[in-house]
Each structure stands twice: as structure tokens, then as C-alpha cells.
């Protein structure tokens, strides 16, 4: 499961180059992952994650067992 966010199973999205005289070539663009440690209230221990920044601020927003939750809720959880 490389480069995939395990909250919000943000993965890998393919695209195009464009040059100035429109020559499109293939290319990928990543998600912006980050390996961090929460700490579950619930469970009461550390977990570590890989996880986009994008999730990061809705853990800091609304709680890492709240996000966890949502995520389980919607089915993009992989953990």
C-alpha cells in the first residue's frame, strides 16, 4: 500500500505534462504523506500512521478518534 493516506485513502492521480508548444507526456502526482504517531484516547496507546497533511489538520481540528471514526464510517480507513 505505497503512497496511499490510510485515513482518507488519498493515492497517486496521473496526468499530463504540458510543454509550451503543448507536447503532453505522462507524469504522477503524489500525495504529500508523512509517517506520524497519534495518540488513540480510546485504545490509550501510540499508533503510527501514514498519513497526508490534509488529514493531519482534520486530526488537529477534530480529534484523532473522531477522524479515525469518520474514516472507519466512509470505508477509506486501511489500517
Known sequence: MARVCQLSGK???S???VS???NRTKR???PNL???RFFSEELGEWIVLKVATSSIRDINRHGF???VKKAIEKGTAKF
Open 20 to 22: 509550451h508548444a503543448n
Open 28 to 30: 504522477k502526482f503524489y
Open 15 to 17: 496526468g499530463n505534462n
Open 34 to 36: 508523512q509517517r506520524k
Open 11 to 13: 493515492h497517486t492521480r
Open 65 to 67: 478518534d473522531a477522524v
